[in-house]
């Protein structure tokens, strides 16, 4: 089959993603695919997100499930990433009667790019199309049927009423303070606007669920908007700086320039058409989050729900830590470093607004939801001043981290100050568990998420050892010491025996009797945390030389790395999966779908067998990151995930965020090029590189031999280039020499 031909067949089976550009050279954004995993292996699916990079106005069709074929009325805005939507338009004709304040339609001929949503309601023969800016938006409806044609503005939770010559509103996000606000104008002043309550019609003379915009039988209808988390005011004042056009063309042709020029920041060339389309769709979806709040200098904050002066350095906000400090943030911090700096002066500033003063974990438009388990933002201070960004605050961000990691409760999903189980891992340097007969006495543990003792145990270690190489970088030596030594806290429940964390009672005993697969639960989160024993047995970090010696050395720790890999599910997927839904994308009891798996192919580069690492990185990217609608092995997380595709499929990750250290893989390209936010550039050349030759024989940094399967940051931020020879068979002695190994943050001593 020819190129041409196998061109044009997939862009046929992905529903045109690439019609625009079937005939051109494909840019980066040509190749974003937004569709990839809209139809998830069990839960979350990703969502065919239209937004440009960072933007706070983000929009995806409003549906019970991908393969319906009815969306609920058309987009306004997303507030927060997989939340909810907030307002909606729904173009109708209409017959008499009144009609619903949104209208479930049938489609047909959907296509998405991140700049762009075009779709036709085939029942009502109206074609829709969409595209946005950063704080505003703008569409066009055409009624292919004459008739009597209207468009319905409408808000769940809200109001919204006529102003002057367009249409203001406000809607409440969820339970929160916080508020969404619109303001709306046509392009075509509307012959009459009547509003909607309880789905009875009247005259919009007070402020309304939905208004309905009679445009007689003008054929095509133009609207813009601009939305605040502000003021309606604000919301005008966005739309009139950023749209002075009703022109679909002319905003899409911004936002696609807007998308090629990230993109574009690193460059890939070679691999096949589908390798360079998951690629770029990967490095798109780190650009979902987190988002730019700043308006006019301004932003409101859900921390003490006031508006403050951003003083000319934008806010941001919309990020969960848990899942992002392991790679989107280091990802971030190469390509954009003025972003990531804006984004640790956001949370220093949040926690500065906070009553308690604690560095958020899962920031929002809403506040902190104070999700999952561990305070990981001090990671992402931490990565970020190791790797040489400065222009932060780097004490009031350390002061901000350490309260949280003193004074708030350990308990997942919880905002709390100290417990009697905080007070006890204080004293005994470990998270209790509770025995199979015992009850939960301690108030304050969430009934579902329950105590996950080992995660929240390895967590508060790496997140004390990143503590602690602050405080040396701020030249305070008590506590460096102190929060040292308290990261060490992860050996209280390595079992010796087994080689696994293990939880541990109050008493001092283990849980028995024990299986490291299915003992915790649902999801296993009575000890551990959607994840089970086989995962969490590598969640150390910061310190792998010392589990490597743990384990017994480097042959035992390479024999239960290949053993992760290799140990069977242990019953029906069926009962698998029902207990652990998150733990998808399966190789063995490895889960390459949840973010604590991202490091664990890379760990044998520690032992002296980087070709296994090479192997594994090559065979998770094939199985489980796919060019098909089921492409993404479980829950994305807005960045999350892809983000470890991006740098794998470079040949190079950062196992240990907080350390200026990148463990090689194998690149997927024979060549890529970095645009590094300092203006220099590092490419990774991989000579010969193929889906077979996928092993490092050999490789050369800026010019030097190099047997080492890392390289530093530094090395990296001075631009320039490895060169990678590749072959089909491993070179087993490459990078195999133990002193050649990785660094590890922690020196293996008595603590």
């Given at each position: 089959m020819t190129f041409f031909r196998l061109f044009i067949r997939t862009t046929l089976l992905l529903g045109c993603v690439y019609a625009d550009v079937a005939f051109a050279q494909p840019q980066p954004v040509d190749l974003v695919n937004p569709y990839i995993g809209t139809i998830s292996q069990l839960l979350v699916p990703t969502f065919p997100t239209v937004h440009l990079p960072n933007s706070m106005l983000r929009v995806y069709p409003d549906r019970s499930d991908f393969t319906t074929d009815q969306i609920h009325g058309l987009p306004v805005a997303m507030t927060t990433h997989r939340g909810s939507p907030a307002f909606a338009i729904s173009p109708v004709q209409r017959t008499g009667t009144v009609p619903p304040s949104v209208i479930n339609y049938s489609f047909d001929q959907e296509k998405i790019t991140p700049y762009r949503f075009r779709t036709y309601l085939d029942e009502v023969q109206i074609a829709v199309d969409f595209a946005p800016s950063h704080q505003a938006g703008v569409y066009a409806l055409r009624f292919d049927k004459p008739g009597n044609n209207q468009v319905i503005v409408s808000t769940e939770t809200g109001s919204l009423q006529v102003d002057g010559d367009g249409v203001s509103g406000v809607q409440s996000i969820d339970d929160s303070p916080a508020k969404l606000y619109l303001y709306l104008e046509t392009a075509q002043k509307p012959v009459s606007v009547e509003g909607l309550a309880n789905e009875t019609g009247g005259p919009a003379t007070k402020p309304a669920t939905a208004l309905v915009l009679n445009f007689g039988r003008a054929s095509t209808i133009r609207l813009r908007y601009g939305i605040s988390f502000i003021s309606v005011e604000q919301a005008k004042k966005n739309l009139r700086r950023e749209l002075n056009t009703y022109d679909v063309d002319v905003v899409a042709g911004r936002g696609r320039a807007i998308w090629n020029k990230a993109l574009d920041k690193i460059r890939v060339t070679g691999g096949s058409l589908n390798d360079r389309t998951i690629f770029y769709t990967s490095l798109y979806r780190t650009y979902e989050r987190m988002v730019a709040i700043s308006e006019d200098g301004r932003y409101y904050s859900p921390f003490d729900n006031q508006v403050h002066a951003d003083s000319g350095e934008t806010a941001y906000t919309d990020d969960w830590v848990w899942d992002t400090y392991r790679a989107a943030h280091p990802l971030r911090l190469l390509i954009d470093p003025e972003v990531e700096r804006n984004a640790i002066r956001s949370y220093i500033r949040m926690a500065q607004q906070s009553p308690e003063g604690w560095l958020p974990t899962f920031p929002t438009i809403k506040g902190d939801s104070h999700s999952m388990n561990g305070n990981h933002g001090v990671a992402v201070l931490l990565d970020a001043y190791a790797k040489g960004l400065r222009g932060f605050d780097l004490d009031a961000a350390y002061q901000a981290a350490k309260r949280a990691l003193t004074q708030k409760s350990l308990l997942p999903w919880t905002k709390a100050p100290l417990t009697p189980l905080d007070t006890f891992?204080?004293?005994?340097?470990?998270?209790?568990?509770?025995?199979?007969?015992?009850?939960?006495?301690?108030?304050?543990?969430?009934?579902?998420?329950?105590?996950?003792?080992?995660?929240?145990?390895?967590?508060?270690?790496?997140?004390?050892?990143?503590?602690?190489?602050?405080?040396?970088?701020?030249?305070?030596?008590?506590?460096?010491?102190?929060?040292?030594?308290?990261?060490?806290?992860?050996?209280?429940?390595?079992?010796?025996?087994?080689?696994?964390?293990?939880?541990?009672?109050?008493?001092?005993?283990?849980?028995?009797?024990?299986?490291?697969?299915?003992?915790?639960?649902?999801?296993?989160?009575?000890?551990?945390?959607?994840?089970?024993?086989?995962?969490?047995?590598?969640?150390?970090?910061?310190?792998?030389?010392?589990?490597?010696?743990?384990?017994?050395?480097?042959?035992?720790?390479?024999?239960?790395?290949?053993?992760?890999?290799?140990?069977?599910?242990?019953?029906?997927?069926?009962?698998?999966?029902?207990?652990?839904?998150?733990?998808?994308?399966?190789?063995?009891?490895?889960?390459?779908?949840?973010?604590?798996?991202?490091?664990?192919?890379?760990?044998?580069?520690?032992?002296?067998?980087?070709?296994?690492?090479?192997?594994?990185?090559?065979?998770?990217?094939?199985?489980?990151?796919?060019?098909?609608?089921?492409?993404?092995?479980?829950?994305?997380?807005?960045?999350?995930?892809?983000?470890?595709?991006?740098?794998?499929?470079?040949?190079?990750?950062?196992?240990t965020p907080g350390s200026p250290a990148y463990v090689l893989g194998s690149p997927l390209f024979?060549?890529?090029?970095?645009?590094?936010?300092?203006?220099?550039?590092?490419?990774?050349?991989?000579?010969?590189?193929?889906?077979?030759?996928?092993?490092?024989?050999?490789?050369?940094?800026?010019?030097?031999?190099?047997?080492?399967?890392?390289?530093?940051?530094?090395?990296?931020?001075?631009?320039?280039?490895?060169?990678l020879v590749m072959g089909d068979k491993a070179k087993t002695t490459w990078g195999a020499a133990l002193p050649d190994a990785p660094p590890s943050a922690l020196p293996i001593d008595s603590h």
């Open positions: 891992y204080q004293d005994k340097g470990y998270f209790p568990a509770l025995k199979a007969h015992e009850k939960e006495t301690v108030a304050g543990v969430d009934s579902w998420e329950k105590r996950q003792p080992v995660p929240v145990t390895l967590a508060k270690s790496y997140d004390d050892w990143c503590l602690s190489q602050l405080a040396k970088f701020l030249n305070k030596p008590d506590e460096h010491d102190r929060f040292l030594k308290m990261a060490y806290n992860y050996r209280k429940l390595f079992n010796t025996v087994t080689h696994f964390f293990h939880p541990k009672a109050a008493d001092g005993t283990f849980i028995e009797p024990f299986d490291y697969r299915f003992s915790g639960g649902m999801g296993a989160r009575e000890y551990y945390d959607e994840n089970n024993g086989w995962v969490y047995r590598w969640d150390v970090q910061h310190n792998v030389a010392d589990l490597v010696q743990l384990m017994g050395g480097p042959a035992q720790f390479a024999a239960n790395l290949d053993a992760t890999f290799r140990e069977p599910l242990g019953t029906s997927k069926y009962e698998f999966y029902a207990q652990l839904p998150d733990h998808t994308g399966n190789v063995g009891q490895f889960s390459m779908a949840n973010e604590p798996s991202l490091h664990i192919p890379y760990l044998y580069c520690y032992v002296g067998q980087p070709w296994k690492t090479q192997k594994r990185i090559r065979q998770l990217l094939t199985y489980w990151f796919r060019n098909d609608l089921m492409g993404i092995p479980g829950d994305e997380d807005g960045g999350g995930t892809t983000a470890f595709v991006v740098f794998s499929a470079l040949g190079f990750y950062p196992v024979p060549r890529a090029t970095i645009q590094l936010g300092n203006g220099r550039t590092f490419t990774i050349e991989a000579k010969g590189c193929s889906a077979t030759n996928k092993y490092i024989q050999s490789a050369t940094l800026n010019g030097r031999p190099w047997s080492k399967p890392w390289f530093s940051h530094a090395e990296l931020e001075k631009g320039g280039n490895i060169v």
